[in-house]
């Protein structure tokens, strides 16, 4: 079974923490590798145990990798933002069915 869209992830970004996790299933739509969190091959636990390493020991990898957690949060799964875009759906399709 696949990981489902990780909403813990999206927390950890909104509250500018960075992450590690495997790159699987929904997960990889969340964290962009080096970007939001460092990703480790799917099964490669030594490869996640380095990830939580770099960020518990690199303060300015941490901070950078927190930072865009954040700003990914705020610009894709902000409530507003994600209100914005179902309203623009519906606006096209009842444009399109006139």
Not at 54 to 81: H, N, P, V
């Amino acid at each position: 079974m696949q990981p489902h869209f990780s909403r813990t992830v999206l927390e950890a970004g909104a509250r500018k923490k960075p992450v590690a996790g495997f790159a699987v299933g929904g997960v990889t739509e969340v964290v962009l590798d080096g970007l939001t969190g460092l990703l480790a091959k799917r099964g490669d636990v030594s490869g996640l145990a380095d990830s939580v390493a770099r960020i518990l020991t690199d303060d300015e990898l941490s901070r950078q990798l927190g930072e865009g957690g954040y700003r990914q949060a705020l610009e894709k799964f902000d409530a507003g933002y994600s209100a914005r875009q179902v309203a623009a759906i519906y606006k096209e399709l009842d444009c399109h069915g006139s």
